[in-house]
């Protein structure tokens, strides 16, 4: 069965400095993946995605993230930090297995310090 | 403006009353789904409809039910059923491609439910 985890609940970072969240996935089959962010009290948004074509994937807002199939991570990168960027963040695995239908991490509360 | 829009932004209801969420979108979109988010957990499935009039249950259907009489529309009822109803609900939609793809999902903004 597909799943996904992401390895920090929280991520703390200055402003100005790298931001790393880490995703790491399981799925029996080729795999779609995704990082939607959310700011508080709102819907989601799309980051990026990846669908089996280029493995370094660019999204909005100078994010981007790198697929690995040998290590099954999909970790979100971005060089400097905005403070617009405080939000929480998901990583979302999809595979035929489920026809699809994608299944979504438990989240990483990134946070920037002025 | 094409989006999904979600209302009330804030729900309360008293324990035992049966409520209903509305969710609309004029995306032209086959599929739509219903999530809810709790703290630390992450958006878990509740309901999901590629198509009118039928849909399927996700991952936490028990005490909830939907409908979708049209395309636009799939208003979400949380029942007295529901042990612990509080929380944030997310509706979204997509293209379905026939079950063979993964399609962006758009996120309504959400309706706080809060059972007191």
């Given at each position: 069965a597909q799943s996904v985890t992401q390895l920090d609940s929280h991520v703390s970072v200055s402003e100005g400095t790298p931001v790393l969240l880490r995703c790491n996935y399981s799925s029996s089959y080729s795999p779609s993946l995704f990082w939607y962010v959310q700011h508080p009290n709102k819907g989601l948004q799309l980051l990026l995605k990846y669908?089996?074509?280029?493995?370094l994937v660019k999204g909005i807002n100078g994010f981007e993230a790198e697929f690995k199939k040998s290590e099954t991570s999909f970790h979100l990168t971005k060089p400097s930090a905005h403070m617009s960027d405080a939000a929480e963040y998901f990583c979302v695995v999809s595979d035929r297995?489920?026809?699809?239908?994608p299944t979504f991490g438990r989240g990483t509360s990134l946070i920037v310090h002025p | 403006d094409g989006g999904i829009t979600q209302s009330p932004k804030y729900l309360f209801r008293k324990e035992g009353q049966n409520v209903t969420l509305s969710c609309e979108q004029n995306?032209?979109?086959?599929a739509m789904y219903w999530y809810r988010q709790d703290p630390g957990q992450g958006l878990r499935l509740i309901y999901y409809s590629q198509i009118v009039n039928d849909f399927q249950k996700g991952d936490i259907a028990e005490g909830y039910s939907v409908s979708r009489e049209k395309k636009e529309s799939f208003p979400l009822t949380v029942t007295?059923?529901?042990?612990?109803?509080t929380a944030f609900y997310l509706c979204a939609s997509s293209i379905f491609s026939g079950g063979d793809s993964y399609n962006e999902q758009f996120f309504g903004p959400g309706t706080r439910l809060t059972v007191l």
């Open positions: 669908t089996s074509a280029a493995t297995r489920r026809s699809y239908i | 995306l032209n979109h086959d007295s059923a529901q042990k612990n109803p």
